[in-house]
């Protein structure tokens, strides 16, 4: 009877998150109807890139088994720098991959110091983070940039419309299709695993697993400095705050997408994207201030990670078959 | 006569569909050494597990000195005298061997400034050396110690209970030379003089006969036979028949005929790498298996990984095909066409909670993608099907995490992986520690099978296993190679030379 339909494996984990979506959704909506209002919808879709491309570097990251604390001051610097080279008159195609740069500059030095000077990940990500956000002083003295902004044609970034789509969505999806094709149809996705699961083996089979660990810490600089340029663009100035709130979704779309769909990949880190940045939209919409949503949404990927790791969920399965009567016990035996 | 240490009646015991165990009569007597023998899957650990309280038997009873015991967790069979020691015994590495017998029992001053009182616990540990009698310094740190040592620390951890009646050991040898296992045996000898029933599970047959009073062999979760050792030996009766249920002519499969052999494709001269070996040299040719025969300490882990690229060399020559090479890592090795299946598989061999099909084409990652890079999934899976057909792989599930596979199994993947790598010249090392017998024979079939178009190197610490499956032997002694002048060895020779770094003269 329950048997009748078959399932692609998986899909279990899937429906459980489209059922969360859907959950999570008419609560909102009953608690405030403008949740599902037009302009709020492309709100959503507008922070969900932002959040989505700082996540989709540190997915890389995360699948070699390593922490990057650096990308919020990585993103801060490289926002200040664009916005310097912008208030100099220069146009964006230098302005923005000078930005780039400085993303995969940083994201190379952490590589080189991690994978080939095998410093510990989290300190020197943490020490690199804060000497990038350092340096994001230096260009103003700490002030505000704004000057050429109006006319530099950067804010267009925010308002172009692809398809009725807010151009930043299009990208985030665009780039997230290719990152998925990259990760989990070629050989070089299959690296970034292997170099991950098990980094012995993986280099016993030939696998460079240093230039994969490298490589995972540049993307994670490039595409924080993606995210923080679509903050620019909405903002329409340069502040040393820039960036600052990217870690937390980041980690928290990472780490809940792993949790909902059981293995760390770029469609789990879109799926707990999207559930964060409806959270904290959700959140901010009904006015809760961001010193409690942020709390929730921790809490919330706490939580997440505890009920869906499979070791956590056997334990508390095993206490489970413990409290139960001992005659029923023998039922499900049988 | 006296109720025997324990009893176990009619067990049985089911996962899902999977009969386990059926209806298994055990009888373990006081003060014997009782060999537990079966394939992997044959049910003996299953036994061993609900003997020791770590599964809860569905049918049946255990008695314990005459009287019935229900366990439902390890410290419950504790309680009734049932001490377990695991195959990885799990030690604290930083402290002493002391510290690790009464770990969790330290004796502790009462008080606010409550320590461990290591006067007393050295003491206690005396009394356990007395009563059990053997050569260990407990002072130094599990780190320290030899795996010897720390097997000799895990079982006096486990009668560190004066009650203890029965000890479950589970391989206890598989990581042991054959220098450390006389003083593990000499510690169970002493045990069974001391009364203690010995629960012994191992791999290796020839310890069975060495140690063992009793044996007996699980197949497809029955016990099919239990005996005295003497039994077997006066009715000549062959261990791995019983296990397999088969008459088992060859484990190891013919030699090769000398015309089969072909040119050179590895030559080796004077290879030298700091203290782990100096001056090997030899040429291995297509068609043929050389064999390595080396204890731990021997050098012959780090001669493989320097033939590999993984360790640097400091001299000598290394040539495959006739052109000279020097990998300087694993990649430029496979570039060139050697491959090794390491000896710690789990940790050197395979991504463990990936799926067959990943495991098997990392090493070929250009074979099994297209220029672009983009994977064949469906020439992969393809490559990976026939693999897992001509290796008998079981289950023959590619999509499950090759953590769900048995020992043998695993094995068979990695040597999949090779396969799929279409290497010039394979290294084994040590390819069947903790593969069972059945596994076993297909795995050397399968190294006779690629010797047909490849070079193939054995490295192992069986001296039996050496000289059933090569073709050629020479062992290692400290780093040094150890081969005969005339060519000529036999298995008595080859044993002498790798254990005492000489060569015999019969």
């Given at each position: 009877m329950t048997r009748s339909l078959v399932l692609p494996a998986g899909s279990g984990r899937f429906i459980a998150f489209l059922l969360l979506v859907v959950v999570v959704a008419t609560a909102f909506t009953l608690a405030e109807p403008r949740f599902l209002s037009t302009q709020n919808i492309s709100a959503v879709t507008r922070h969900m890139a932002a959040n989505g491309l700082a996540a989709l570097g540190l997915t890389l990251v995360v699948i070699v088994r390593k922490f990057d604390l650096s990308f919020a001051g990585t993103a801060c610097f490289a926002a200040m720098t664009i916005g310097y080279l912008i208030a100099l008159g220069q146009p964006l195609w230098i302005s923005i991959p000078a930005g780039i740069l400085v993303g995969a500059v940083i994201g190379a030095f952490n590589g080189v110091a991690i994978s080939y000077f095998r410093l510990p990940d989290i300190v020197t990500t943490i020490a690199t983070g804060s000497i990038a956000a350092g340096l994001a002083f230096v260009y103003s003295n700490g002030r505000t940039i704004f000057q050429n902004f109006m006319t530099s044609g950067i804010l267009d970034l925010n308002d172009a419309r692809v398809f009725g789509y807010s151009l930043s969505f299009v990208f985030l999806l665009g780039l997230y299709a290719v990152a998925w094709f990259f990760m989990h149809r070629t050989r070089y996705g299959a690296s970034f695993y292997a170099t991950g699961e098990n980094p012995v083996a993986a280099y016993y089979s030939g696998v460079p697993i240093k230039h994969y660990t490298m490589l995972a810490f540049v993307a994670c600089g490039m595409t924080s400095v993606f995210a923080v340029l679509l903050i620019l663009a909405e903002s329409g100035t340069a502040d040393?705050?820039?960036?600052?709130?990217l870690l937390m979704p980041a980690y928290a779309g990472v780490f809940l997408g792993t949790a909902l769909l059981g293995r760390t990949s770029v469609l789990a880190t879109l799926a707990g994207t999207f559930l964060i940045t409806m959270l904290l939209d959700g959140f901010s919409l009904l006015g809760i201030p961001f010193y409690y949503s942020d709390g929730v949404v921790s809490a919330i990927l706490l939580a997440g990670v505890v009920f869906f790791d499979a070791r956590l969920r056997d334990l508390l399965g095993d206490i489970g078959t413990y409290l139960q009567p001992r005659s029923a016990k023998k039922e499900t035996r049988a | 006569m006296a109720a025997p240490a324990l009893r176990a009646r009619a067990i049985s015991k089911r996962f899902g569909p999977v009969n386990a165990l059926s209806d298994v009569d055990f009888v373990l007597e006081t003060g014997e050494v009782h060999a537990l023998l079966g394939v992997n899957g044959a049910g003996k650990s299953t036994f061993i597990k609900i003997l020791s309280g770590i599964y809860r038997k569905d049918e049946g009873v255990i008695e314990v000195g005459g009287e019935a015991i229900d366990c439902r967790d390890p410290k419950d069979a504790i309680r009734h005298g049932i001490a377990t020691v695991q195959q990885h015994p799990e030690l604290v590495a930083d402290f002493s061997g002391y510290e690790n017998i009464f770990l969790g029992r330290e004796a502790m001053r009462p008080g606010l400034f409550s320590r461990i009182e290591r006067g007393d616990l050295s003491k206690r540990a005396g009394a356990l050396l007395k009563r059990f009698p053997v050569d260990i310094d407990l002072s130094k740190t599990i780190a320290e110690m030899s795996a010897v040592e720390r097997e000799i620390v895990a079982i006096l951890q486990a009668l560190a209970?004066?009650?203890?009646?029965v000890l479950i050991l589970d391989e206890p040898t598989s990581t042991l030379t054959e220098v450390e296992k006389t003083i593990l045996f000499r510690l169970i000898d002493t045990l069974r003089q001391g009364g203690i029933s010995v629960l012994y599970i191992t791999h290796r047959l020839e310890e069975v006969m060495e140690i063992a009073d009793r044996l007996s062999v699980f197949r497809g979760g029955r016990m099919v036979a239990s005996m005295l050792v003497d039994e077997v030996r006066a009715r000549n009766l062959s261990l791995a028949e019983l296990m397999l249920g088969e008459t088992l002519d060859h484990v190891f499969p013919p030699k090769a005929e000398p015309d089969a052999i072909g040119e050179e494709v590895l030559v080796v001269r004077d290879l030298t790498a700091g203290n782990s070996f100096a001056n090997i040299g030899f040429a291995l040719r297509r068609g043929e298996i050389l064999g390595i025969f080396g204890l731990v300490g021997s050098g012959a882990d780090e001669f493989a990984k320097a033939l590999f690229g993984a360790i640097p060399v400091e001299s000598g020559s290394i040539a495959i095909r006739g052109r000279p090479i020097a990998p300087r890592s694993p990649r430029e090795a496979l570039k060139e066409g050697i491959f090794l299946v390491p000896g710690d598989r789990r940790v050197e061999g395979l991504?463990?909670?990936?799926?067959s099909v990943f495991n098997i084409t990392l090493a070929n990652l250009k074979r099994a993608s297209s220029a672009a890079g983009i994977l064949k999934r469906t020439g992969n899976r393809r490559a990976s099907t026939e693999f897992a057909t001509r290796l008998a792989?079981?289950?023959?599930?590619?999509?499950?995490?090759?953590?769900?596979?048995s020992g043998g199994n695993q094995q068979k993947i990695v040597v999949a992986k090779g396969l799929f790598a279409e290497a010039d010249v394979y290294i084994f090392v040590?390819?069947?520690?903790?593969?069972d017998i059945g596994a076993r024979a297909k795995l050397y079939g399968l190294m006779r099978e690629l010797s047909r178009s490849a070079g193939v190197i054995v490295m192992s610490s069986d001296c039996d296993e050496v000289h059933g499956i090569a073709d050629r032997t020479f062992a290692l002694y400290k780093g040094r190679q150890i081969s005969p002048p005339d060519g000529l060895q036999t298995r008595n020779r080859l044993l002498m030379a790798g254990i005492m770094g000489e060569l015999s003269r019969d």
């Open positions: 040393t705050n820039e960036g600052a709130n | 209970g004066d009650h203890i009646r991504a463990l909670t990936e799926t792989l079981s289950p023959p599930n590619l999509s499950m995490p090759v953590s769900g596979f040590e390819p069947t520690v903790g593969v």
